[in-house]
């Protein structure tokens, strides 16, 4: 298994940073995906960003330019910085992994964190 645990959350202005962290513990050679996923009061839950093992992101449309997803291999953290944040990144943050167990894929989330933007 694999335990995931957010930090960072909070109340900033719009314009503002924050910086989310996940520490990751547990299997964590078998992991070959993670990333980072919101979901706002009502709506679905949805991928902010993504790192596969060999380091490749990917981001949605929304973020792009003013997120970056990174990780400190040395400390097994994934990091998730947000520049210019705006009222509608406002949500629940979530870090997650996606595992080999056996043959099977499991995917692994953390409890979450709150952002909210507003002023």
């Known amino acids: 298994q694999v335990q995931l645990v957010e930090s960072g959350g909070g109340l900033v202005q719009p314009g503002g940073s924050l910086r989310l962290s996940c520490t990751i513990s547990?299997?964590?050679?078998?992991?070959?995906?993670m990333g980072w996923y919101r979901q706002a009061p009502g709506k679905q839950r949805d991928l902010v960003a993504g790192m596969t093992s060999g380091g490749s992101t990917n981001y949605a449309d929304s973020v792009k330019g003013r997120f970056t997803i990174s990780r400190d291999n040395a400390k097994n953290t994934l990091f998730l910085q947000m520049n210019n944040l705006k009222p509608t990144d406002t949500a629940v943050y979530y870090c997650?992994?996606?595992?080999?167990?056996?043959?099977?894929?499991?995917?692994?989330w953390g409890q979450g964190t709150q952002v909210t933007v507003s002023s």
């Open positions: 997650t992994v996606q595992r080999l167990s056996g043959n099977v894929s499991r995917r692994d």
């Open positions: 547990g299997s964590i050679s078998s992991i070959y995906d």
